[in-house]
């Protein structure tokens, strides 16, 4: 059994000097955890917090990468290689903002894994449902299409899908640990056929994690761990959601 993943996603947060005081509380807080911790950083800090985390048990994680697997003209696009220079281990891809903002759907996400792969990088597959494909009962089916993006795709060793429910995002609603249960046990079962038997397979929870119910949520079967939005700007916060992860 894996231990649990807890990646902390940072969004469009950070300046160089509070960056700095966040890692080194992270540093110190996290050094005997028994989790496998990384926080997704913005590409502009990047190089810093490679720097900060140096030494340290904190992998680094991009929020994405460039569909663009080589060198070219793509000016303000960033490669999975440049991230795999600066020390990143694991790259989001597919987060809800990206598939809102920035219409990404399954064609350009194919690209952008194939590309994160090819650098020899872990990709973190983000999926979920809105509110009203909830309500409509068509969060299974929604999934399910979000991962037919990994159909055929040699993986490696590891397959690892982060789940939030785009209801959830930011708006301190949380899935129920029945519904967590739920998805989280049907993920896995759609997945095993998709990427194979000899890939270990890991479904994160993502979607308002906090201190206060990261032990109830990583307590629940099939959950290998969290993607934590807000709570991981704050270092005591991430640092008990980490340790419940133990």
């Not at 300046?15 to 005081?21: C, D, F, I, M, Q």
């Not at 209801?167 to 049907?186: C, D, L, N, Y």
Request: aromatic share 4%; charged share 20%.
């Amino acid at each position: 059994m894996s231990r649990k993943l807890i990646i902390g996603n940072w969004k469009m947060h950070g300046r160089l000097a509070r960056n700095a005081e966040l890692i080194d509380a992270l540093r110190a807080g996290l050094a005997a955890c028994e989790a496998e911790v990384g926080v997704a950083v913005p590409t502009a800090y990047l190089s810093q917090a490679s720097h900060a985390l140096a030494g340290s048990t904190i992998a680094l994680s991009a929020q994405d990468a460039s569909r663009f697997a080589d060198d070219g003209a793509y000016t303000g696009e960033t490669s999975a290689n440049m991230l795999a220079d600066l020390g990143v281990s694991y790259v989001l891809l597919g987060h809800s903002e990206r598939r809102q903002y920035f219409q990404e759907d399954n064609a350009v996400l194919r690209e952008k894994i194939e590309a994160v792969l090819k650098a020899g990088l872990k990709p973190v597959l983000c999926i979920g449902e809105t509110l009203a494909e909830r309500e409509a009962g068509e969060h299974l089916s929604v999934t399910e299409g979000q991962l037919e993006v990994l159909k055929a795709l040699t993986l490696g060793d590891e397959c690892i899908v982060a789940y939030e429910p785009v209801w959830a995002i930011g708006t301190g609603k949380v899935a129920s640990i029945e519904q967590v249960a739920q998805m989280h046990a049907h993920l896995k079962q759609k997945l095993l056929p998709i990427v194979g038997c000899s890939v270990n397979i890991r479904v994160l929870y993502g979607g308002s994690v906090k201190s206060d119910n990261a032990v109830a949520i990583l307590a629940t079967p099939n959950v290998d761990g969290a993607l934590v939005g807000g709570a991981s700007l704050d270092a005591e916060s991430f640092k008990k959601i980490c340790q419940a992860a133990g």
